[in-house]
């Protein structure tokens, strides 16, 4: 009895020494991990080493860069914060911390945590209909009965086309208050609002307009007295001009805009009408301030009174169509590194810049370069990081197809831009999208976070292959009828023609010059569109091409009541029918793509 109850003893001393142990390895892994964690970024590199990581990133890459400025934070402390290359490589000025850059789209986030910050004290609710704070009949081209929200702009689903003429000024003397500019930049509606995300400064700007209304303060001096005052972001300006931090002016005009390889844009100093959508100019240094905010480490919260606030703005509010992956956290865009982070990306006239942080790890990245469509730092010194996507999955589309992103013009002129952005897809690699959404084996939306991609049916691909073949024969006709012309011209006298330009021939010969000057008048408004010209300079062009149209009209109507009553030789008649048909396919092109207003 002795000896079992010995045994019974040893043996529940020896059960208690392995359940000591195994609460100590299965408490040790986590701290160990986390440990881990805290010592590294996202991507696993050390952070002692991330400075010499980013050093030998960029002088992998310097033969294509102009100037970077790059900040990483952790726990709200600086890991690194360092430029390099030159702000203006024609004059050999080197950037530095103080450099400042263009924000560009980034500037959104200033928007967001605006509209949160009014939600906090009960200025503003997300669900309640935006014209709720508008003026009666501010908006006027709405085509949908439900309403929109602040949670719709947040989201970019509120329906709108998207707009380009008027959006950047060359000169900062076209710039409007903000309200004006949002109903003179007024887009149409083209979309129920929730069913599809498409990127909208617009409704970026709407929302910034409202925070205007509730707060009785223009957004810049909002921004100044509830972002960049509390987080001493001093070298920081959101006015449409930055006449409010003229240090920062000086220092913007001392740096250039570049692209991507590295030629010099003369126009990069542009000045956007809806300025809250992308207008912001700071250094890397205060951005990394803003991170910072959106992650405190015991400290109080700069940005909220109620630290639960800024975690519901930091909260997914928006998922993907079909899934429980997140897509959208109150206007921050989620991605999938190889940890969950929330980011945004933004780009103007010579700038680009992305802000990606880690809330659950507080590591926030911050990179400014002075090139437009710059990709080898925003996106992949980013991924670098942060860890690019193990998603290497893909969906393939049985027919395939074009699609067009929901971001997109349908109205006006400048929708011939959106045109360019058609690709054709088979296969959607989910490496890229995020995600598909598919119906017996078509793909009817694909999506990532800033955008949903919409299929474009083959009876618009035809028409547009079609438009453009018809104005390809146009040209043709035209350039015939003039060098017949001016052949006929120098010939007349030496072969006893009729010289050119008598009778019914004057008429032939003005449509051909119409035609030739329609030619370069359309060549003249697209140019001057991307040149940042305003509509209202833009509008005499347009306003001739409506003038060709009746021309061409005219000589149609004149052409087949010349050709009854009068006898032409078969040649003359199939000269005169050329033209004819020219100026018909003109004027269509024309009338079908909007080049008139």
């Known amino acids: 009895m002795e000896i079992n109850r010995r045994h019974h003893g040893l043996i529940r001393v020896i059960a208690c020494i392995l359940s000591l142990l195994f609460i100590i390895m299965t408490c040790a892994v986590p701290v160990q991990a986390e440990i881990g964690s805290m010592d590294t970024t996202p991507s696993r590199i050390a952070l002692s080493s991330l400075e010499e990581t980013i050093d030998s990133y960029v002088a992998t890459n310097q033969k294509k860069t102009a100037a970077v400025s790059v900040v990483a934070i952790k726990n709200g402390e600086t890991i690194v914060n360092k430029a390099y290359g030159y702000a203006d490589l024609e004059q050999q000025r080197k950037a530095d911390t103080s450099t400042v850059f263009e924000w560009g789209s980034t500037s959104k986030l200033l928007v967001w945590t605006s509209v949160m910050q009014l939600v906090e004290k ?49 000169s900062e003397s076209d710039i409007v208050e903000l309200g004006e500019a949002l109903q003179k930049f007024e887009p149409r509606q083209i979309d129920k609002p929730g069913s599809v995300v498409a990127y909208s400064n617009y409704g970026t700007a ?32 959101i006015h449409p001009s930055q006449y409010d931090n003229l240090n920062v002016l000086k220092r913007r005009n001392e740096i250039q805009g570049y692209t991507t390889n590295l030629k010099f844009i003369p126009k990069n100093r542009a000045y956007i009408s809806l300025y809250p959508a992308a207008g912001a100019i700071g250094t890397a240094e205060d951005a990394a301030k803003f991170l910072a905010a959106l992650m405190p480490v015991n400290r109080s919260n700069l940005l909220f009174a109620n630290k639960d606030m800024l975690g519901e703005m930091l909260s997914t509010s928006l998922y993907y169509d079909g899934t429980s992956t997140p897509r959208i956290a109150h206007g921050f865009f989620e991605v999938e590194y190889w940890v969950p982070a929330l980011e945004h990306a933004g780009s103007t006239a010579g700038f680009s ?53 929901a971001r997109r013009v349908v109205s006006g002129f400048t929708k011939a831009y959106s045109m360019l952005s058609l690709q054709k897809y088979t ?17 009817e939306k694909a999506s990532i976070s800033y955008n949903d991609f919409l299929p474009v049916s083959n009876l618009t691909i035809n028409l547009i292959k079609a438009s453009f073949i018809a104005l390809a024969i146009a040209v043709l006709l035209n350039l015939r009828a003039m060098i017949g012309y001016f052949i006929r011209l120098s010939q007349y006298k030496l072969k006893n023609w009729e010289r050119p330009g008598t009778g019914f021939d004057k008429y032939h010969v003005g ?87």
């Open 511 to 597: 449509i051909n010059i119409a035609s030739l000057a329609l030619i370069l008048n359309t060549v003249l408004l697209f140019m001057r569109a991307l040149g940042f010209a305003p509509y209202s300079s833009l509008r005499i062009h347009l306003i001739l091409n409506m003038v060709y149209v009746i021309l061409a009209v005219a000589y149609l109507v004149l052409m087949f009541y010349k050709l009854r009553k009068r006898s032409y030789s078969k040649k003359q008649k199939a000269v005169y029918i050329m033209s004819g048909v020219s100026a018909f396919l003109f004027a269509s092109f024309i009338l079908g793509w909007d080049l008139y207003f």
């Open 353 to 405: 810049s992305r802000f990606v942080f880690d809330p659950k790890s507080n590591f926030g990245f911050v990179v400014m370069t002075n090139q437009s469509n710059e990709m080898a730092y925003s996106v992949g010194l980013v991924q670098k990081v942060f860890g690019s996507s193990f998603n290497t999955n893909s969906v393939t589309s049985e027919s395939g197809g074009y699609y067009l992103p």
């Open 427 to 443: 296969t959607f690699d989910l490496s890229n999208f995020a995600n598909v959404v598919e119906h017996n084996g078509t793909v």
């Open 206 to 237: 709407m929302a910034a307009y409202i925070v205007e209304v509730q707060s009785g303060q223009p957004f810049y001096k909002y921004v100044n007295e509830h972002i960049f005052k509390p987080l001493n972001m001093k070298e920081t300006s």
């Open 122 to 170: 009960g200025k503003l609710d997300l669900d309640t209909d935006i014209q709720e704070y508008l003026s009666e009949g501010f908006l006027k081209k709405l085509e949908y009965d439900a309403p929109i929200t602040l949670m719709n702009l947040m989201h970019h689903n509120a329906g709108w086309e998207d707009r380009l003429i008027d959006l950047w000024y060359s």
